[in-house]
């Protein structure tokens, strides 16, 4: 499986920036797939995903980020809306096929305040 990200860049706080994840490969395999990121000095941490037919956000952009999909083009999308100066970090797309994860190379997302 590859994973190609596109849509990041610099916005202002109270911004909005979209994301996009392509999917190529074995893509009828993957069980999950969404959106992970990691901000400098930071643990990388999960801000939305699909998984068994649920959707799951952290707290911190519930309400803000919206996760959605097209399969008939393997791909996912991150509308991201009202971004804050936390949200800057680099976003990684990433798919789990059993048994590993797979990774996108991450694309940089920056919110001046």
């Known amino acids: 499986v590859q994973l190609v990200e596109s849509g990041g860049g610099l916005v202002q706080t109270g911004g909005s920036l979209r994301l996009s994840c392509a999917a190529s490969g074995t893509t009828f395999s993957i069980n999950v797939m969404g959106w992970y990121r990691q901000a400098p000095g930071k643990q990388r941490e999960l801000v939305a995903r699909?998984?068994?037919?649920?959707?799951q956000y952290v707290d911190s952009v519930k309400g803000r980020f919206t996760i959605s999909r097209d399969n008939a083009k393997n791909t996912i999308s991150l509308q991201m809306n009202s971004l804050k100066p936390e949200d800057t970090a680099v976003y990684y797309c990433?798919?789990?096929?059993?048994?590993?994860?797979?990774w996108g190379q991450g694309t940089q997302v920056t919110v001046s305040s």
């Open positions: 990433q798919a789990y096929v059993w048994p590993r994860d797979y």
């Open positions: 699909f998984t068994s037919g649920n959707t």
